[in-house]
């Protein structure tokens, strides 16, 4: 079974910073789309961010060029690197690993992970 790792989350205050990692099995990372999605309390599970084979990035709007995803092929693992954090972007993230990241159905979901901002 293929288990994506989740690492990162934690409590930070407005304004702050934080990086997620995700690690995935070397077999079937570097030939799939990886991405991110977080789900606030009460709310659906929206789309954060998706990053191509070729590292291609987009973002949902919301971002406003505050998070960075990358992936380092040679380590197998994903980031997102969140700056400038409100407490609105409280919420469980999720990576993901999948043919189409952006379609829900299919692929693989890691374990999710809190990000709280607060002061």
């Known amino acids: 079974q293929v288990r994506l790792v989740e690492s990162g989350g934690g409590l930070v205050q407005p304004g702050g910073s934080l990086r997620l990692s995700c690690a995935a099995p070397?077999?079937?990372?570097?030939?799939?789309?990886m991405g991110w999605y977080r789900q606030a309390p009460g709310k659906e599970r929206e789309l954060v961010a998706t990053?191509?084979?070729?590292?291609?990035?987009n973002y949902a709007d919301f971002m406003a060029c505050r998070f960075t995803n990358s992936r380092h092929n040679d380590k197998n693992t994903e980031y997102l690197q969140m700056n400038s954090l409100k407490p609105e972007d409280t919420a469980v993230y999720y990576c993901?690993?999948?043919?189409?990241?952006?379609?829900?159905?299919?692929?693989?979901w890691g374990q999710g992970s809190q990000v709280t901002v607060s002061s």
């Open positions: 990053i191509s084979t070729g590292a291609d990035t």
């Open positions: 070397g077999s079937i990372f570097s030939i799939n789309e």
């Open positions: 993901r690993l999948a043919n189409s990241v952006a379609n829900m159905n299919g692929g693989y």
